[in-house]
């Protein structure tokens, strides 16, 4: 028997769409990380987000058929310099979406959580230098209920 993925826990392709759309409007309320927004995003920002979110939770490869590949992603996130205070409301932010987007399930509200936070504080932020830091190829992170990440 396969284990349910954390996307279908999730609510699926509509439960990652709330997601990110309630994880929006929180960071572009937040004074610290809106600064991140200030150029504004593609039109399709929150469609690219539930894709990318829904994929690394176990969801169809929608992200990488769609919009690019993880490093792309990790690329644009790179070369920043640190901000530690804009992951940690980052992270504060998302905990509030995920209430917002109704999940209420304790386990996949912590599956969920415990993504967003490796990610904000691991691929999200390593390349602090420079975005042509980021190696060209990196696979997509897949992310298990025992809190671990295949590719």
């Known amino acids: 028997m396969?284990?349910?993925?954390?996307?279908?826990?999730?609510?699926?392709?509509?439960?990652?769409?709330?997601?990110?759309?309630?994880?929006?409007?929180?960071?572009?309320?937040?004074?610290?990380?809106?600064?991140?927004?200030?150029?504004?995003?593609?039109?399709?920002?929150?469609?690219?987000?539930?894709?990318?979110?829904?994929?690394?939770?176990?969801?169809?490869?929608?992200?990488?058929?769609?919009?690019?590949?993880?490093?792309?992603?990790?690329r644009i996130h790179s070369g920043n310099g640190e901000h530690d205070e804009m992951n940690e409301r980052a992270v504060d932010c998302f905990r509030g979406a995920l209430r917002d987007a109704g999940i209420t399930d304790p386990d996949t509200y912590q599956a969920v959580l415990d993504y967003w936070t490796w990610a904000t504080w691991h691929p999200m932020y390593q390349f602090h230098g420079s975005p042509d830091d980021a190696p060209a190829e990196l696979p997509m992170p897949h992310w298990n209920w025992d809190s671990t990440v295949s590719h």
Do not use: C, N
Not at 53 to 71: D, I, K, N, S, V
């Open 2 to 74: 396969t284990e349910r993925s954390i996307f279908d826990a999730a609510g699926g392709a509509a439960g990652m769409t709330r997601i990110a759309d309630a994880w929006h409007q929180r960071v572009r309320a937040d004074p610290v990380v809106s600064h991140a927004f200030h150029k504004g995003t593609k039109p399709d920002h929150i469609d690219r987000l539930a894709a990318y979110l829904g994929e690394a939770l176990g969801g169809p490869p929608r992200f990488t058929q769609q919009y690019g590949e993880h490093a792309d992603v990790v």
